[in-house]
């Protein structure tokens, strides 16, 4: 993670025409350039089938820009300089000399080529070769690839296998975005550079770790994708498990790429697996039934466009009891929960610390929550520890009560702005540096270890459980970590 200003790249969105591109990815770049984080000699090619002119693709960005951007953030001055490093080249991502006209717009002997594939992963075998077909290929040429890789392990390999016929390793940067969000590299800094954590960042000290990802939203319009793909494939082998490895990880002994990827890859392969032995006690699925958000109704899963009132047994919610075989979190469960339709959007990691062995206030005051350390990365990102005070005051006794010690980015500077993820990870692969991005190994381990819990759903014919829209998860979800006498963080 380096502040230095990277060598001047060509950067080439292939998908320039997507939603993602349209939504996220310009947007970022040119917060980026707002923030003067782009090299000035930098280029941003879009890439795309449409029939665009270069004025009609500048066009395209600025309107983009005018509809995602917030209010206030489009500046005239930043859009002259961002504009100019626009280039557009229409390109069919399977016609081999269509490359050779990208070809042109690229100057490798001044530039780094950074290509951004934002397309589904069937044409990345294409771009490589064609790459390599236009001579677009030399030892600096990286290239960043959208989630997802695969949907089991086999397809991982085959994508991965494909793509590295053509890049090494250290030239091949996967996004998760959820790496890229600022919480997430603060959690790095609050455990590796704070002894008061690291010290007690352990089994002696923590009882559980809960790690929830909610989203209010249902499909969006996209039945046929999702109900071939579930929660566990879309959620939990990329988003959750990434996180569960940044909380679990010991510290690297570097803050390089590979130390750090290598920590994480220890987690994953420690991972205890669920199979058919364990899975009805440690995973619960759910599908949601109709429902209300905010007071508005909802249809459920099977009623939603392209659903067509089927029998569907595609999952939109788990919770999972995760163990880490080793001597840092023995016996200390990770529970994981992630759905569609639930009461609220919300992103936390909360980390649950035991009680003192011996209790000396009044017994009525024993149930007070106990210290908990509450990572929130969104909607409003923020760290929250929970602590247990004396009330203030003169009272009779004793008398505890809970106070919060509250690490709220927004509240030190009021015109802090949250970067998006993808601005951090566009900057990153510019940079040149790995280590918010996946390397294949991690890939790998972690769909290891979903398969053999997917594979155990499938062999003991599984159902999934139904819940209301607006609800956190079927009832088996609370009776999941009630079993062991612990209860989902509400605040
Ligand atoms: P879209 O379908 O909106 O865009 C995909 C782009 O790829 C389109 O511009 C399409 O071109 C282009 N494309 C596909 N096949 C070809 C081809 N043979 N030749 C040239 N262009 C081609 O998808 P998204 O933008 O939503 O997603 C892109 C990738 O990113 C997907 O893999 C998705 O899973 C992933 N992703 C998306 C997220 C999002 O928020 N949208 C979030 C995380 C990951 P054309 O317009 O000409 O059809």
């Given at each position: 993670?380096?502040?230095?200003?990277?060598?001047?790249?060509?950067?080439?969105?292939?998908?320039?025409?997507?939603?993602?591109?349209?939504?996220?990815?310009?947007?970022?770049?040119?917060?980026?350039?707002?923030?003067?984080?782009?090299?000035?000699?930098?280029?941003?090619?879009?890439?795309?089938?449409?029939?665009?002119?270069?004025?009609?693709?500048?066009?395209?960005?600025?309107?983009?820009?005018?509809?995602?951007?917030?209010?206030?953030?489009?500046?005239?001055?930043?859009?002259n300089r961002f504009s100019a490093r626009l280039d557009y080249v229409k390109v069919d991502m399977t016609a081999p000399d269509d490359f050779k006209k990208l070809g042109q717009a690229i100057d490798q002997s001044q530039r780094v080529m950074v290509n951004y594939l934002a397309t589904p992963p069937?044409?990345?075998?294409?771009?490589?070769?064609?790459?390599?077909?236009?001579?677009?290929?030399?030892?600096?040429?990286?290239?960043?690839?959208?989630?997802?890789?695969?949907h089991d392990l086999e397809s991982s390999k085959v994508i991965n296998d494909t793509v590295a016929a053509y890049f090494n390793e250290n030239r091949i940067y996967r996004i998760d975005h959820y790496l890229g969000k600022d919480t997430v590299q603060n959690l790095l800094a609050l455990r590796f550079?704070?002894?008061?954590?690291?010290?007690?960042?352990?089994?002696?000290?923590?009882?559980?770790?809960?790690?929830?990802?909610?989203?209010?939203?249902?499909?969006?319009?996209?039945?046929?994708?999702?109900?071939?793909?579930?929660?566990?494939?879309?959620?939990?082998?990329?988003?959750?498990?990434?996180?569960?490895?940044?909380?679990?990880?010991?510290?690297?002994?570097?803050?390089?790429?590979?130390?750090?990827?290598?920590?994480?890859?220890?987690?994953?392969?420690?991972?205890?697996?669920?199979?058919?032995?364990?899975?009805?006690?440690?995973?619960?699925?759910?599908?949601?039934?109709?429902?209300?958000?905010?007071?508005?109704?909802?249809?459920?899963?099977?009623?939603?466009?392209?659903?067509?009132?089927?029998?569907?047994?595609?999952?939109?919610?788990?919770?999972?009891?995760?163990?880490?075989?080793?001597?840092?979190?023995?016996?200390?469960?990770?529970?994981?929960?992630?759905?569609?339709?639930?009461?609220?959007?919300?992103?936390?990691?909360?980390?649950?610390?035991?009680?003192?062995?011996?209790?000396?206030?009044?017994?009525?005051?024993?149930?007070?929550?106990?210290?908990?350390?509450?990572?929130?990365?969104?909607?409003?990102?923020?760290?929250?520890?929970?602590?247990?005070?004396?009330?203030?005051?003169?009272?009779?006794?004793?008398?505890?009560?809970?106070?919060?010690?509250?690490?709220?980015?927004t509240s030190d500077d009021p015109n802090h702005r949250t970067p998006d993820a993808y601005e951090r990870l566009l900057l990153e692969s510019m940079v040149g540096d790995q280590s918010l991005f996946v390397r294949r190994d991690e890939i790998e381990a972690s769909w290891t270890w979903c398969d053999?819990?997917?594979?155990?759903?499938?062999?003991?014919?599984?159902?999934?459980?139904?819940?209301?829209?607006?609800?956190?998860?079927?009832?088996?979800?609370?009776?999941?970590?009630?079993?062991?006498?612990?209860?989902?963080?509400?605040?």
């Amino acid at each position: 993670m380096s502040h230095q200003m990277h060598k001047a790249c060509d950067f080439v969105l292939f998908g320039a025409k997507g939603d993602l591109a349209m939504r996220k990815l310009f947007p970022a770049l040119y917060q980026l350039d707002a923030a003067h984080l782009l090299n000035p000699d930098s280029k941003v090619i879009g890439v795309a089938r449409a029939d665009w002119s270069q004025e009609e693709f500048v066009a395209q960005v600025e309107a983009t820009l005018n509809r995602f951007l917030k209010e206030g953030e489009f500046d005239a001055e930043v859009w002259n300089r961002f504009s100019a490093r626009l280039d557009y080249v229409k390109v069919d991502m399977t016609a081999p000399d269509d490359f050779k006209k990208l070809g042109q717009a690229i100057d490798q002997s001044q530039r780094v080529m950074v290509n951004y594939l934002a397309t589904p992963p069937s044409v990345f075998g294409d771009i490589c070769k064609n790459l390599s077909y236009a001579e677009l290929i030399n030892d600096e040429t990286r290239i960043v690839l959208e989630k997802p890789i695969g949907h089991d392990l086999e397809s991982s390999k085959v994508i991965n296998d494909t793509v590295a016929a053509y890049f090494n390793e250290n030239r091949i940067y996967r996004i998760d975005h959820y790496l890229g969000k600022d919480t997430v590299q603060n959690l790095l800094a609050l455990r590796f550079a704070n002894n008061l954590f690291n010290s007690q960042w352990n089994n002696h000290a923590i009882d559980h770790v809960q790690i929830t990802v909610a989203e209010t939203v249902g499909l969006e319009g996209r039945y046929s994708y999702y109900d071939k793909v579930g929660q566990m494939r879309d959620m939990v082998q990329n988003h959750l498990l990434q996180l569960l490895c940044m909380v679990a990880m010991n510290p690297p002994s570097k803050l390089d790429a590979d130390s750090v990827r290598d920590e994480k890859v220890r987690v994953l392969k420690a991972l205890h697996p669920i199979d058919s032995t364990n899975v009805h006690k440690r995973a619960v699925r759910g599908q949601y039934a109709a429902g209300s958000i905010d007071g508005k109704a909802v249809v459920g899963y099977s009623e939603e466009d392209g659903g067509g009132q089927s029998q569907s047994n595609t999952e939109t919610f788990v919770s999972l009891r995760v163990n880490v075989d080793n001597w840092r979190w023995a016996g200390v469960p990770f529970y994981l929960r992630t759905g569609k339709r639930m009461p609220e959007k919300t992103t936390e990691i909360v980390v649950v610390y035991k009680n003192n062995p011996h209790y000396i206030f009044d017994k009525k005051q024993q149930d007070m929550v106990s210290n908990r350390l509450v990572i929130r990365l969104q909607p409003d990102e923020g760290i929250r520890l929970h602590v247990v005070m004396k009330q203030l005051g003169m009272t009779e006794g004793l008398n505890l009560q809970n106070r919060a010690l509250n690490l709220d980015f927004t509240s030190d500077d009021p015109n802090h702005r949250t970067p998006d993820a993808y601005e951090r990870l566009l900057l990153e692969s510019m940079v040149g540096d790995q280590s918010l991005f996946v390397r294949r190994d991690e890939i790998e381990a972690s769909w290891t270890w979903c398969d053999q819990l997917i594979d155990a759903w499938d062999e003991t014919g599984d159902e999934v459980k139904h819940y209301n829209a607006g609800t956190w998860g079927p009832i088996g979800s609370i009776a999941l970590i009630e079993r062991d006498g612990r209860s989902w963080h509400e605040e």
